[in-house]
């Protein structure tokens, strides 16, 4: 599958959805695709940013993204999606176990925190939290741990230079 194709199908599925400061959805996972592509990762790890919120966040299927990409890819895709009554454990834990699943929700994590300072201060205190307890060590040792504590620290400094509730 070309980028360009992918690029359009997820355009597509994500269709009118926004992101909390209002921009269209479909910028998310384009942003995450290029973090991929400039630490020097496949087109099948860009695909798999691309598609990374389908399963979650849209109508896409399992089976539509496998006759896309592949099943590496599609198999990435299930990992990183949250399903209804998810455990944080074994989510996390079987991102661990799929380097494409984790290079892909790392750079998900990284996208997400350089957008959190324009969320609302309770959403900043949780992801700040949420990051440190989970991320943090999912990201050590890879190209994007000096990434992702960067924009941690940043989200950091934000919060506790905002004093009053947005």
Do not use: C
Request: aromatic fraction near 10%; proline fraction near 2%; hydrophobic fraction near 35%.
């Amino acid at each position: 599958m070309n980028l360009e194709k992918a690029i359009e199908f997820m355009k597509q599925k994500h269709g009118n959805q926004k992101r909390k400061q209002g921009t269209p959805y479909y910028t998310h996972p384009l942003a995450v695709a290029e973090l991929l592509k400039s630490k020097g990762f496949s087109e099948e790890y860009q695909l798999a940013g691309l598609f990374h919120d389908l399963i979650e966040d849209t109508n896409a299927t399992y089976e539509e993204i496998i006759a896309l990409s592949n099943e590496n890819v599609a198999e990435a895709v299930r990992l990183v999606s949250k399903t209804d009554g998810y455990v944080m454990t074994e989510y996390i834990g079987n991102i661990k176990e799929n380097d494409m699943a984790r290079m892909v929700k790392i750079a998900d994590r990284i996208h997400n925190l350089s957008e959190s300072p324009a969320a609302n201060r309770k959403f900043q205190e949780r992801y700040i939290k949420e990051t440190k307890e989970w991320f943090v060590d999912l990201a050590k040792g890879t190209v994007f741990e000096g990434d992702l504590n960067s924009a941690l620290e940043n989200l950091i400094r934000v919060y506790e230079s905002e004093g009053i509730d947005r």
